[in-house]
């Protein structure tokens, strides 16, 4: 009852409150595979054109070299993310060639794990690093994994709300120590809803024939090429996608900033066996950066974080230890392959009111018992999400997910109906949901699913069918012609940028790994 009473609090403040206040702040990271026209995963560099992927600002890659990954600049407003994000594609398919970007989060056709290049940053010690960490990511885990996409979305409250809502709570502590206590209690409402997002957004119920997953879930064969889970929503965010018998024992805890920072800490600096085994170099190269559980905080594997901008030089969890969390980033999220951009505005609505229900619904610490029960309802809806009698494990009861989302949503319409204040379509965002909630032939896994059946069962194909739809949507839109010569010159000057950095460099490779390591 307490809870219920804590949300009502909360709620009836938020509904007094202006725009200033209720307004939000949004970034998008979104990863696609470079595709051949056969379907194959591209096995050719990084395009030049595109810039250098260590110093743009805007487009990159991610684990591997065909795995292109744009970067918006935060937004307030939904909308202006979405244009820049498709600005950003417009842009990019100028120098693509004949390739696409494939729409899914799974990958396409990889023949076998070496066609998957490891992504280069060039010669500089902090390109190396780059380049060095994600052979320990393929050592530890393999190449597989490098070529799954997804899409991260990037959030925070304004200034103004937290002055706001530290009055309201009564704060006595120094602000940025409540902004980050408070950042941690959405963090913790999201890893006990995070099982909804699955369910309404998940688009992964299938998968090439060629992802070898080994025998962590049992797949069911579609046909000669495609392997599923029939009642799947993302299979991304199974064992099948990031998860490991070395970060599952880990046991990071989200309690508080202190704990949090202590707890990865902690991973970075124990070493673990079967990595030992692996060895740090062959010849020059680099196997892994360390020995240890991870070799940096980034390799672990969560549906969210706290976050914080790191200055030059500066580590991201000292960062975060040292100046707070800014911002959340919300990671369980997989490509919609029906949309061009992987995510559309609505979505994005939506995403808003969800986080703003995690804070507002104050949330109990976490415990070993209930770490179990999150990891449980994962695993539930990830394999079996669209099983209309599917239970959730809710304080140690069986609980339709129906029934759970209905009790969420509910919440979420009156948050909504607040926010609708400020930005047209929140309340529709909602509904559209909703809709999903009793009739699941409106998720994304089922539309999917339904797509892939349209081509002769092949994820392949459907794939590739969408991917030539979104590559004629983007190429028939016109790019304005100063956001054109702005995204040249970050091209140009991002070149000039990485050939500063390998120029400066004054220290081995092996001393500036040492360092930063023990930084």
Not at 43 to 71: K, R
Not at 172 to 188: A, G, P
Not at 418 to 429: L, P, R, S
Request: glycine letters at 6%.
């Amino acid at each position: 009852m307490g809870i219920l009473l804590d949300f009502q609090s909360n709620l009836d403040w938020l509904s007094k409150q202006s725009e200033d206040v209720v307004s939000f702040f949004h970034g998008i990271e979104k990863e696609g595979l470079r595709t051949e026209a056969s379907g194959k995963i591209a096995d050719n560099s990084h395009p030049q054109a595109l810039g250098s992927t260590l110093t743009h600002p805007s487009i990159t890659t991610d684990y591997s070299e065909s795995l292109l990954e744009f970067i918006t600049p935060v937004f307030k407003k939904p909308k202006d993310a979405i244009e820049h994000l498709t600005q950003l594609h417009q842009f990019s398919y100028q120098h693509l060639g004949e390739q696409t970007i494939w729409p899914a989060s799974m990958p396409n056709f990889v023949p076998n794990e070496l066609a998957i290049n490891i992504a280069q940053y060039g010669s500089s010690n902090i390109g190396q690093l780059k380049t060095a960490y994600r052979h320990g990511l393929w050592h530890r885990y393999g190449r597989m994994m490098q070529a799954i996409a997804g899409l991260h979305f990037n959030f925070s409250f304004s200034d103004d709300f937290w002055k706001a809502f530290s009055e309201h709570k009564g704060n006595t502590e120094d602000m940025q120590s409540f902004i980050s206590r408070q950042y941690f209690h959405l963090i913790r409402g999201f890893r006990r809803h995070s099982w909804l997002l699955l369910y309404l957004f998940g688009a992964s119920p299938a998968l090439d024939k060629s992802f070898k997953t080994g025998e962590q879930v049992k797949l069911e064969t579609l046909s000669e090429d495609t392997d599923f889970l029939p009642m799947a929503t993302s299979l991304r965010m199974s064992d099948i996608g990031y998860s490991n018998n070395a970060q599952s024992s880990l046991n990071i805890c989200y309690n508080t900033l202190e704990n949090y920072t202590a707890s990865l800490s902690k991973a970075i600096k124990t070493i673990y066996p079967k990595y030992q085994k692996i060895g740090l170099k062959d010849g020059d190269q680099a196997k892994q950066l360390n020995e240890n559980i991870l070799q940096i905080e980034n390799e672990y594997y969560s549906d969210i974080r706290p976050k914080r901008v790191a200055n030059s030089g500066e580590k991201p969890i000292a960062a975060l230890r040292d100046r707070g969390v800014q911002y959340i980033e919300v990671r369980c999220l997989d490509l919609n392959p029906f949309m061009p951009c992987g995510i559309d505005e609505s979505q994005m609505k939506f995403l808003d009111v969800f986080l703003t229900y995690c804070l507002l619904s104050e949330q109990d610490k976490i415990d070993d018992i209930e770490c179990e029960e999150v990891a449980e309802n994962t695993k539930r809806v990830t394999q079996r999400g669209r099983d209309q009698n599917l239970t959730l494990l809710i304080d140690n009861v069986e609980t339709p997910l129906i029934k759970q989302a209905e009790t969420i949503f509910k919440s979420l319409n009156d948050i909504a109906d607040v926010v609708e204040n400020f930005e047209t379509g929140t309340k529709e965002a909602i509904q559209q949901q909703f809709k999903k909630v009793h009739d699941n032939k409106y998720t994304p896994s089922y539309l999917l699913l339904k797509h892939i059946s349209a081509h002769q069962g092949s994820f392949l194909k459907a794939g590739q069918s969408l991917a030539n739809e979104h590559k004629a949507y983007f190429q028939k839109l016109d790019l304005p012609e100063v956001t054109q010569k702005a995204f040249n010159q970050l091209s140009e000057q991002s070149i000039i940028d990485q050939k500063e950095i390998e120029s400066t460099d004054n220290v081995s490779f092996d001393v500036f790994l040492k360092e930063y390591l023990n930084g």
